[in-house]
């Protein structure tokens, strides 16, 4: 069955570590995002990407990147991670059709301390 | 701003009776919402969704009922079963901004007592 899944599931880091989120699909969708829980919050859009190369920012981008060099993986790094970046970050990926859902992975929890 | 709304941050309904979770939002631009289900430790799942073309649409046990004019949706779950327990995200998006980059609600969380 194809799928979308994210690693690692937990991750604590330390203050100002680069971290990377890892996130893979294999429903060969173009569309691929990455959103961030928080409580009172819901989710939110850090980056986005359309297909490869692409590569967007959403509502909350900054201390955040990603780059898409094929279409199964859209990785999120933290350039240098705060406390204020511990949260619940989940993947998603959709088709192109304007009309359609996205499929989320099983988040990964990250600890900043 | 927050641009999507959901103001009961939980709701607790008995089984077998209508659970009715609400949901506002502010952008007029926003022209096509869908409901996320979440339980603990996974990823949000789809629902149900409507166009804004459209005041009802029906999946089952599930409606959503939009509200253009007064910015407001709704999703009624008849009957309401134990696994419907789980967080609830109403999510809003603008097709012409580019598929599926959705704002979502701070989420409800629904609680079935048997």
């Known amino acids: 069955d194809a799928e979308i899944t994210q690693s690692p599931r937990h991750k604590i880091t330390e203050t100002g570590r680069q971290v990377t989120l890892a996130c893979h699909q294999t429903?060969?969708?173009?569309?691929m995002f990455w959103y961030r829980q928080d409580l009172g919050h819901g989710l939110r859009l850090i980056h986005y990407s359309y297909g490869v190369q692409d590569t967007n920012k959403g509502e909350v981008s900054d201390g955040y990147s990603v780059s898409r060099s094929n279409t199964e993986d859209l990785p999120l790094t933290l350039e240098s991670a705060a406390s204020s970046q511990t949260s619940v970050y989940f993947c998603?990926?959709?088709?192109?059709?304007?009309?359609?859902?996205?499929?989320f992975g099983q988040g990964t929890r990250l600890t900043v301390v | 701003d927050q641009q999507v709304k959901q103001n009961s941050p939980s709701l607790s309904v008995q089984e077998g009776r209508i659970s009715i979770l609400n949901c506002d939002y502010t952008?007029?631009?926003?022209?096509?919402f869908l409901w996320y289900k979440k339980y603990p430790a996974e990823g949000p799942t789809f629902l149900i969704s409507i166009s804004s073309i459209k005041d009802k649409n029906e999946d089952g046990r599930f409606t959503v009922f939009l509200n253009k004019s007064a910015k407001h949706l709704s999703l009624h779950i008849v009957p309401s079963q134990p696994g419907d327990s789980a967080v609830y995200f109403c999510a809003a998006m603008n097709v012409l901004q580019g598929a599926q980059k959705l704002v979502f609600g701070q989420g409800t969380r629904l609680t079935i007592n048997p």
């Open positions: 952008n007029s631009m926003f022209d096509y």
């Open positions: 429903w060969n969708h173009n569309n």
């Open positions: 998603a990926s959709s088709r192109d059709s304007w009309n359609t859902e996205a499929f």
